[in-house]
């Protein structure tokens, strides 16, 4: 008598679609930014950018580290469909507030920054290798409030940390940012004498950016 032949069925591998463990890994010990996918980009827009630094890499605020950043900013604070028109320099971690046409020029600006400030820290460190630990973090500014306080925030971020401790400055303008460059101070604060830069930052073209924060009232040096 002939045996009945049994199909049996196959676990097939697969590849694509919402598994368990799939996609790409976060960088270092903590992730600081999920791996979701970035909104939409409007040009009108524009945005906060944040690069943090490796956890202990290196201190950004000497006058070593900050040269070998602003080298990078005189090059790249303009590309196409691309603008850097506000920074501070922290600690470990770098404020950007920039324009971009959509979210592929935002991308690619801020790689391409990033790329250009890494090289410069490892030259002066001596090292190769990754220099900020995970993706970029970016929030659209989409009102003149938005906008303004993100401006304060960036501009005075060292002297708000500063007048926590209960240290009154006064009129002060923070070197290791862009207040030099920016023309919104209620009160125009002192500036150090020092050797004159090419421009660090791009003129905003946003309304938002541009005018549309004024409404909200002229920033005071030196505090939030």
């Given at each position: 008598?002939?045996?009945r032949?049994?199909q049996l069925?196959?676990a097939?591998?697969?590849?694509?679609?919402?598994?368990?463990g799939?996609?790409?890994?976060p960088k270092?010990?903590r992730?600081?930014?999920?791996h979701r996918?970035?909104?939409l980009?409007?040009?009108?827009?524009p945005v906060?950018?944040?690069?943090k630094?490796l956890r202990g890499?290196c201190e950004?605020?000497?006058?070593r580290m900050f040269?070998r950043?602003?080298?990078?900013?005189?090059?790249?604070c303009t590309r196409?469909?691309?603008r850097?028109?506000?920074?501070?320099?922290?600690?470990d971690h770098?404020?950007?507030i920039v324009?971009?046409q959509?979210a592929t020029?935002?991308?690619?600006?801020?790689?391409g920054l990033?790329?250009?400030?890494a090289k410069r820290i490892?030259?002066?460190?001596g090292r190769?290798?990754?220099v900020?630990?995970?993706?970029?973090?970016?929030r659209?500014?989409?009102?003149?409030?938005?906008v303004?306080?993100a401006?304060?925030?960036v501009i005075?971020?060292?002297?708000s940390?500063?007048?926590?401790?209960?240290?009154e400055?006064?009129l002060?303008?923070?070197?290791?940012?862009?207040a030099?460059?920016?023309d919104?101070?209620?009160?125009?604060p002192?500036?150090?004498?020092?050797r004159v830069?090419?421009p660090?930052v791009s003129p905003p073209?946003?309304?938002?950016?541009?005018?549309?924060?004024?409404?909200?009232g002229?920033l005071e040096p030196?505090r939030?």
């Amino acid at each position: 008598m002939r045996r009945r032949s049994v199909q049996l069925e196959l676990a097939l591998h697969t590849w694509g679609g919402r598994r368990a463990g799939a996609g790409r890994k976060p960088k270092g010990k903590r992730a600081g930014v999920p791996h979701r996918r970035r909104p939409l980009l409007a040009a009108r827009y524009p945005v906060h950018v944040t690069l943090k630094l490796l956890r202990g890499l290196c201190e950004l605020r000497t006058p070593r580290m900050f040269r070998r950043v602003r080298e990078a900013l005189v090059g790249g604070c303009t590309r196409p469909h691309f603008r850097m028109c506000h920074f501070s320099v922290q600690g470990d971690h770098i404020h950007l507030i920039v324009e971009a046409q959509d979210a592929t020029a935002l991308a690619r600006g801020v790689q391409g920054l990033s790329i250009s400030i890494a090289k410069r820290i490892n030259g002066a460190l001596g090292r190769r290798g990754r220099v900020f630990g995970d993706r970029y973090h970016a929030r659209i500014l989409r009102t003149p409030t938005e906008v303004r306080n993100a401006l304060d925030y960036v501009i005075n971020n060292r002297a708000s940390h500063i007048r926590r401790r209960g240290i009154e400055i006064g009129l002060w303008m923070d070197p290791y940012s862009s207040a030099a460059y920016f023309d919104g101070w209620r009160r125009r604060p002192r500036r150090r004498p020092g050797r004159v830069w090419p421009p660090l930052v791009s003129p905003p073209r946003t309304w938002l950016l541009g005018k549309g924060w004024r409404l909200r009232g002229l920033l005071e040096p030196g505090r939030l």
